[in-house]
Every structure is written in structure tokens, then in C-alpha cells.
């Protein structure tokens, strides 16, 4: 279960805002950075305009550093309906750019990512842009917020994919030993 | 303000079962039917299989009915919120397809529709699908209900289009009295 060398895009999903990373998996748990940046769409654009935006923005960061696989903010419900339609709108576009390079997503909530990256799900911004900083040998603290949650997202499922990996082997072992065992009725 | 012959896609959005259709205004109120389906996504797909299902079929709709406008039922908080998560993600990748290409999209609520097509924002099922028989000269009663819903969109743009081609030509009037105005001054 080598995962050496996977190209994690971490996506903190938004209208306005969209926190965009590439991270790439070390030895053990090691990961460096590859990239980082935030899509902004102008609020007094229309709906249409801004998740074409998004969506191209979201097609060339693919295209160019070709991501083995997504790591995206699950939504739930905070904030104001209207505010969560919209992010999902985002999301959906988001999640057809990676459908359509073949790319699996995986979702994690804040307090998991929190939890992976800080052993704390409770932690806060400045501990957690703290630990991102360290764990990815970065200069300085990356900016703004959604650009460290896009980061903290990215290593979450570095962290968290030997673990996945690991229960989808015993889930397939599971599921030859009962066809071998019905077999044998 | 001719609006004839102008071809309206009517989209009930949904991730389950999203109910398409294209019309075709004629002359004052006549509508007339080009088409009309449901795209269904098995529930136990992937959310990304499920949205690039989606995109697709709305797409080739597109490519072969060419609409020159979408009227799409606007979300509002209803039902769970993780329904209304999902739903908006689909809606998401449908206006995309609309924008790559440049098709205006506007939304109606439930009521609006209801409204325009009956004359009561209350209406039932049962009185939405015999009007919506009525007005397109349907052999039958359109089934199912979200085809049926997919036609009361596109039949209510119909009908709201020419206001709203008339509110935005007097909203343009205003600017250019405005500019005339203070290049006297």
C-alpha cells in the first residue's frame, strides 16, 4: 500500500471565494507542497458567469498538475440556506470537473480535516494554519484562510488515504472469502 | 418585442429524476411542445457519476433543441437539507451547461409557475397537469410529474418573457434619460 507520490487537490468550495491546493504524498508522512491559490468570482456577476468561472479555473489546475485524486469540503447546514445553495452549486461544478478527468473525490468535514491535521477537531484558524505551515515546511503561513484550508484539506486525505486504502482491502477480502464460502453450500 | 418562435428548455432539477423539456413560443400565447423526458441517475451511482450523468444529458438536449433561453425552478428550504444539497449540486452542473453555451437561465419558484400557468399559486398536481394538457394541445396527460413540471416551466417563461423583455427595455429607457440628462448639466 505504497502511496508515495499521490497528487492530492484540496478544494475549500465557495462562490465568492474557492481555496485551491496541490499537495504531493512523501515517505511516511511526509507531504510537499505543489501548489496554492484562491478563484475569486465577482459577487455582482451572474450565477451562470460565475460558476463558468470556477469551473474553468477549477478544468486548468487539473489539467495542469494532474491530481491522482480530490479532497472537498463536505457541505452541511450552517449559515444561511441560501448561502449553502449557492456553495453547492459551486460544489456540483467542482465535482463534474474531477467526474470528467476521471478523478475520485473524497469529502471531509472541518472538524475531520481539524482532527487529521491538529489531532484536535476543535482546533482553531491560527492553530491550524500553524500546523499546515510546519507540515508542509512552508516559508511562511499561506494566505488567506481559504487557501490554508484548501492545504489542510489536501493533507487530511494524504493522512487519512493509507487508512481508506487499507478498509477497502478488507472490505474486498471480506467479500471473496463469502463468495468462496457460498460457494462451498 | 417579438418572442415568437423563441425556444424556452424547461428544467426540473433533480439528482434522482430531473425532468427536461423544450417549447416553442408561437404566436401570442400559443405554445407549442418541441419535447420533453426525464433523466434519471440510479441512487446507488457515485455523486460525481451521478452529476456527469446529468451534465451530459442536459448537454445533448442542448446540442440537439437549442434553446435560446433556460427556465429552471429556483431552490428554496424545503424538504431535508441534504436533499436540498444534493438537488443543488445538480442544478449546479445545469446551469454550467447552459453557460458554456450562453444560454440565458432564469429561475421560478413553484409558486410563480403555479401562477402563471393556472392563475393560482396554489394550484394542485392534478390542475397543473390538465392546464399544461390544455395549453400545449397535448393527445395526454404528460407523465411523470416532473415532466410535467419541466413543461409548466418552460410554457411560464413563455408567458413571463415578454414582461420581462419590457421591464429591462424601460430599465434601459431610465439610463439613457439619466445620461441625457446630466450631459446638460
Chains 1, 2 share one sequence.
Request: some cysteine; hydrophobic content about 45%.
Amino acid at each position: 500500500m505504497n502511496l508515495e507520490g499521490m497528487r492530492v487537490m484540496g478544494v475549500d468550495p465557495g462562490l465568492t471565494r474557492c481555496g485551491l491546493s496541490v499537495v504531493q504524498a512523501g515517505r511516511g508522512r511526509a507531504v510537499v507542497p505543489v501548489a496554492v491559490g484562491v478563484v475569486r468570482t465577482p459577487s455582482d456577476a451572474e450565477l451562470t458567469e460565475r460558476l463558468l468561472r470556477i469551473s474553468r479555473s477549477v478544468g486548468e489546475w487539473m489539467d495542469d498538475y494532474r491530481p491522482d485524486v480530490m479532497a472537498i469540503e463536505r457541505l452541511f447546514e450552517r449559515g444561511t440556506v441560501s448561502t449553502v445553495i449557492h456553495t453547492a452549486h459551486a460544489v456540483g461544478v467542482i465535482m463534474l470537473a474531477a467526474a470528467e478527468r476521471g478523478v475520485p473525490v473524497y469529502h471531509y468535514t472541518p472538524s475531520e480535516v481539524k482532527k487529521a491535521v491538529s489531532g484536535n477537531g476543535r482546533a482553531d484558524k491560527k492553530q491550524m494554519t500553524s500546523m499546515i505551515t510546519r507540515i508542509l515546511g512552508l516559508a511562511e503561513p499561506p494566505k488567506p484562510a481559504d487557501a490554508a484550508d484548501a492545504l489542510a484539506l489536501a493533507v487530511c486525505h494524504c493522512w487519512r488515504a493509507p487508512l481508506i486504502a487499507r478498509a477497502s482491502q478488507l472490505g474486498a477480502a471480506g467479500h471473496t472469502t463469502n463468495f468462496v464460502s457460498s460457494a462451498h453450500h
